[in-house]
T-cell receptor
Framework: KQEVTQIPAALSVPEGENLVLNCSFT??????LQWFRQDPGKGLTSLLL?????REQTSGRLNASLDKSSGRSTLYIAASQPGDSATYLCAVSKGTYKYIFGTGTRLKVLA | ETGVTQTPRHLVMGMTNKKSLKCEQHLGHNAMYWYKQSAKKPLELMFV???????ENNSVPSRFSPECPNSSHLFLHLHTLQPEDSALYLCASSRDDPDRKYGYTFGSGTRLTVV
């Protein structure tokens, strides 16, 4: 059974810092991995999707990497801003229509 | 707006009430999902519909009843719920994606409180 773990569970950093969020999964036979952002009480906003054949994806200040063999993905946020404060979730897709989610990392960027 | 709209945004219901959650997507996707998000727990997949056919029911209690009349609309009918069913209910959709290039698009969720 696929399990997805995100470490740390919470993180507080001063504005301007570069930071890394981690996601690990137990079954490396995935189709893709998606990173989401969730603001309090809101839905999920897709940030980046990495297909299983890819190593990384970039969007603006965000860079996500995937190491399928070791069951790990990282989300790198450059020059963090208070507006980046949110919960970040990773999800892995094993089947065509099924994502398994981690519990998320709650990020707070202090001004 | 993501293209996936959920209504209502908030719902308070008694344990003997019957209510429905609605999800509508304008993205031309063919698969729709209900997820439950409780505090400090990962999102839990409840139901999957692909081309209006239910393809997954993740051991969800019968007090939750999904309906998918067409590939753009998804409902979750609720009856005789328990307080522990209070959670954020999220709807998502996806397209037919053999190359796995696309993922889910989520709605904003319905915050359900059972009293």
């Amino acid at each position: 059974k696929q399990e997805v773990t995100q470490i740390p569970a919470a993180l507080s950093v001063p504005e301007g810092e570069n930071l890394v969020l981690n996601c690990s999964f137990t079954d490396s036979a995935i189709y893709n991995l998606q990173w989401f952002r969730q603001d309090p009480g809101k839905g999920l906003t897709s940030l980046l999707l990495i297909q299983s054949s890819q190593r990384e994806q970039t969007s603006g200040r965000l860079n996500a990497s995937l190491d399928k063999s070791s069951g790990r993905s990282t989300l790198y946020i450059a020059a963090s801003q208070p507006g980046d404060s949110a919960t970040y979730l990773c999800a892995v897709s094993k089947g065509t229509y099924k994502y398994i989610f981690g519990t998320g990392t709650r990020l707070k960027v202090l001004a | 707006e993501t293209g996936v709209t959920q209504t209502p945004r908030h719902l308070v219901m008694g344990m003997t009430n019957k209510k429905s959650l609605k999800c509508e997507q304008h993205l031309g996707h063919n698969a729709m999902y209900w997820y439950k998000q409780s505090a400090k727990k990962p999102l839990e997949l409840m139901f999957v519909y692909n081309f209006k056919e239910q393809t997954e029911n993740n051991s969800v209690p019968s007090r939750f009843s999904p309906e998918c009349p067409n590939s753009s609309h998804l409902f979750l009918h609720l009856h005789t719920l328990q307080p522990e069913d209070s959670a954020l209910y999220l709807c998502a959709s996806s397209r037919d994606d053999p190359d796995r290039k696309y993922g889910y698009t989520f709605g904003s969720g319905t915050r359900l409180t059972v009293v």
